[in-house]
């Protein structure tokens, strides 16, 4: 591995230091908050005691037997049999879990009713852009589990079966999700946005026995019918015995004819009845779902979570630091086939009510008009949300959009904004503070599909600075090494995990042997006794404050920009370029490689009207010279119609590379896995005149 050169400081207002702090919890946001009362339990059940987050920390990584029993104590978690040990002492990624207990995450998931551990709220809110609202408590979401989960059982549905879902973001993914969680069934989801070949390309490695679909969705005032690519889906699941048929645009639709060869139960019948719910007590490493690589540059990895390591990560990462209680409204913007949709659900775990939005994030009628950024902050300030997530691509677009929150929407119940996904700019964190409101707590996290989780991540009990995450979760050893395989503070390295945590992958289905998953996350790293160390991926910088250690994520480490021997993160580059007010977008791909000069190429997505002229190109180029370095400065400037980006918003850094480099197209990606197909068509183009120019020339016989 070449060395990696630590980035260089980023431009900043004259007024700031690298030692920002844009907020200070209030000693009432303290006192109410999760880790308090954890801390005090810690004192008076353990007689443990801590000098500050840090020190919690240290302790949660170096005893993760004493930390991971009083997690699952100070929440009273619901066993049918108590675990014998914590962890085995295999190292990874052979390490069990919670061996002898006998759990399952849905009875912590709906232990909450009213009078008891919940107060009269609903646990789910939803609302589509078609006008469609409501709410379900929480008896009326444990009866149609229970019934959904009866259904599935007389449908043959067997422990370790496979019940997958075609669905939007809606609350019958919820159910479904939760009964066949309940009886033992493996449980994965896609969005109906998703076309047939990425669909079939995921269920198709955990061959399903049930399908639960809709007939379409609604997005930005258009109708989808769904249908025919749901009969191409089923021309690929030969496994699939039973559907579970949801309409959802037209109430009289008929499932496609690929159904008629297998049961077909009506949504409504399915749910009818008042079946007792009775979760199968199950080993803590039963699976409980596959969740999906973004399969944008071949097949997806199908990553197995188990019941056990989602539970206690989930009440670690979703509840406990992003400090959910009972009376808490949570919106996450999430599409289906994101991880985060998943996590999002896992705040029932706290008793609060989740927030189910599916439709457009710029409203029904950006189809026709100019794309309506305030839309997602006006959903917050009518439904009473308290937490409020996006991923920071939204965050960005409504920076650009010059939305003032404040003054579209009564935030007053809002007290925490949170972002994921990707780098959230310093700019970014100036505008959430200036034009918000004046007090929330910012928590923006980073982590991965890969441990249904995160690995940086904040508290409300801690000081938000510019630009920063704010700490370390509770019982992940996260590091940045260097190349060398040692520790570093304050210098980038790759974000490493030294010790197992409970959410990592039991397996990836199909991976015989496991090696796939090793050469994934195991082959880079060892420690000094030579036990393999998970890698993330990514750059990070850890930053030591007096209060905790808070991190910098810099971007992927495989999408990394190599000039003359110096290696440097894209996420620097994309702030600065989309601080420009012109640019509503950017990607940025470096191609170094034997037989051909350097070539590093930044495309632009500029607002409506705006052009690509030589001003505008030498403001890009002056601007990257000057907040980063001459080596930063692009070697060509192109504008393009839109940038590339999975369902999940990450930008496709890596295939555009791979088209310049000649890869061709069908096995670079899958045109269905992103979220606008067509917005690959330009580049597939330009790769092909790049190719032609740049191809040594054939000297004459």
């Not at 990425?198 to 930005?220: C, F, H, N, T, W």
């Not at 509770?474 to 503070?489: F, H, T």
């Not at 990836?508 to 993330?536: I, L, M, N």
Request: proline fraction near 8%.
């Amino acid at each position: 591995m070449t060395t990696l050169t630590a980035l260089p400081p980023t431009a900043s207002a004259s007024n700031e230091t690298p030692d920002t702090l844009l907020w200070q919890p209030s000693t009432a946001r303290r006192e109410r908050a999760l880790i308090t009362a954890f801390e005090a339990w810690l004192a008076r059940k353990r007689g443990l005691r801590f000098d500050g987050y840090e020190a919690l920390w240290q302790w949660s990584v170096d005893e993760p037997e004493a930390f991971w029993s009083a997690l699952l104590a100070f929440f009273d978690v619901p066993m049918a049999q108590a675990p014998r040990r914590m962890r085995s002492d295999d190292p990874m990624p052979a390490t069990q879990w919670f061996e002898g207990a006998r759990l399952n995450l849905v009875d912590t998931l709906l232990r909450h009713t009213p009078g008891g551990t919940q107060p009269q709220t609903p646990a789910i809110v939803f609302e589509d852009e078609s006008g469609g609202a409501g709410e379900i408590s929480w008896p009326e979401l444990r009866r149609q589990v229970g019934a959904l989960a009866h259904t599935l059982r007389t449908l043959g549905v067997q422990p370790g079966d496979r019940v997958v879902g075609y669905l939007p973001n809606i609350p019958q993914a919820v159910v479904a999700f939760l009964a066949a969680a309940s009886i033992g069934a493996v449980w994965a989801l896609c969005a109906p946005d998703m076309g047939p070949v990425s669909v079939g390309d995921r269920y198709r490695q955990i061959e399903p026995k049930v399908l639960v679909a809709v007939d379409g969705y609604r997005y930005a005032g258009k109708p989808f019918d769904r249908r025919a690519a749901l009969g191409d889906i089923l021309d690929q699941l030969p496994t699939v015995r039973h559907v579970i048929w949801l309409p959802c645009l037209d109430p009289a639709a008929a499932p496609p004819a690929q159904a008629q060869a297998r049961t077909v139960v009506p949504w409504a019948a399915a749910v009818a009845g008042n079946a007792p719910l009775e979760p199968l007590a199950l080993a803590p490493d039963h699976p409980l779902w596959t969740l999906y690589s973004s399969g944008t540059t071949g097949l997806p990895k199908a990553i197995v979570h188990g019941h056990g390591g989602v539970l206690a990560n989930s009440l670690v990462a979703m509840v406990l630091h992003n400090d959910l209680h009972p009376e808490d409204r949570v919106l996450w913007a999430v599409n289906t086939s994101w991880m985060v949709w998943n996590a999002h659900v896992m705040g029932l775990l706290g008793g609060a009510t989740i927030v189910l939005y599916d439709g457009c994030v710029t409203g029904a009628g950006s189809a026709s008009a100019e794309p309506d950024w305030a839309f997602l902050w006006r959903l917050v300030g009518r439904l009473r949300v308290t937490t409020f997530g996006v991923g920071a691509a939204i965050h960005h677009a409504c920076l650009k959009a010059g939305v003032v929150p404040r003054q579209v929407a009564d935030l007053s119940a809002l007290h925490t904004v949170c972002s994921t996904g990707s780098p959230l700019s310093p700019e970014a964190y100036r505008w959430l503070y200036r034009e918000v409101k004046n007090d929330f707590w910012l928590n923006v996290v980073s982590g991965g599909t890969d441990i249904a989780g995160g690995f940086l991540v904040g508290l409300p009990t801690l000081p938000v600075r510019l630009g920063e995450m704010q700490c370390r979760a509770l019982g992940a050893s996260v590091q940045a090494w260097n190349d060398a395989g040692q520790p570093v503070l304050d210098a980038v390295g790759e974000l490493v995990c030294t010790r197992p945590i409970p959410s990592m992958p039991l397996y990836f289905w199909g991976d015989t042997g496991g090696t796939r998953y090793k050469e994934s996350y195991f082959d880079t790293f060892h420690d000094a006794e030579q036990r393999p160390v998970w890698r993330q991926g990514d750059w990070l910088r850890l930053v030591a404050r007096p209060e905790a250690v808070g991190g910098i994520i810099y971007g992927r480490s495989d999408a990394t920009i190599n000039r003359q021997g110096v290696r440097m993160g894209t996420a620097e580059l994309y702030r600065v370029v989309e601080g420009l007010d012109d640019v509503l977008d950017s990607l940025v791909v470096d191609l170094e490689y034997l037989g051909r000069p350097s070539y590093l190429a930044l495309y632009v997505q500029l607002r409506a009207g705006a052009m690509l002229d030589e001003p505008l190109r030498q403001r890009i180029r002056q601007a990257l010279r000057n907040a980063l370095s001459v080596r930063h400065v692009p070697d060509e400037i192109l504008q393009v119609p839109v940038i590339p980006k999975t369902v999940t918003g990450k930008k496709l850094e890596l295939p555009v590379k791979k088209l310049l480099l000649g890869h061709p197209a069908g096995r670079v990606l899958h045109r269905d896995a992103l979220a606008q197909p067509e917005s690959i068509d330009w580049f597939v183009q330009f790769a092909a005149d790049y190719l032609a120019r740049t191809a040594p020339q054939k000297l004459p016989i």
